[in-house]
């Protein structure tokens, strides 16, 4: 059995473009999707710190320092808005409490200012009885 675990996670990274008219998902860009471990079409969840909104879409390797939201999404990620990208990975238990998470932070114009890595709790690492 397999247990959804978030691998990677891009915080308070800021949206630099919406492009309304693209068959969709979010663009971003390769050197901050290696710092997070994002695959290219990997599906990922996207929470708009400036609107509360939450869309999950796949992504796809873009310029350094690019967030651009593609298709839907366009009409609820603006330029500027501060968004959570969150990677998804099925696991068994196992490879879960195994998992280094990395947490990607950023500075302006989308720098990485820091990697956070954080190892599963112990607590993960044994199914419940």
């Known amino acids: 059995m397999s247990i959804t675990v978030c691998t990677g996670k891009l915080h308070c990274v800021q949206v630099t473009a919406a492009r ?6 979010i663009t971003i860009g390769r050197n901050l999707m290696e710092a997070a471990d994002i695959a290219p079409f990997q ?12 869309w999950e879409t796949y992504a796809i390797p ?12 366009a009409r609820l990620f603006q330029p500027g ?3 959570i990208v969150l990677s998804l990975e099925q696991l068994t238990r196992e490879e879960a409490a195994q998992v280094k998470q990395k ?25 419940a009885k």
């Open 81 to 83: 808005d501060k968004v």
């Open 20 to 25: 309304l008219d693209y068959e969709g998902s």
């Open 62 to 73: 873009g310029k350094p320092g690019e967030i651009q939201l593609n298709g839907c999404p």
């Open 43 to 54: 599906l990922v969840h996207i929470n708009n710190m400036a609107n509360a909104v939450h």
């Open 103 to 127: 947490v990607v932070h950023f500075g302006a114009k989308n720098k990485i200012t820091r990697i956070e890595i954080k190892k599963a709790m112990p607590a993960l690492r044994k199914k």
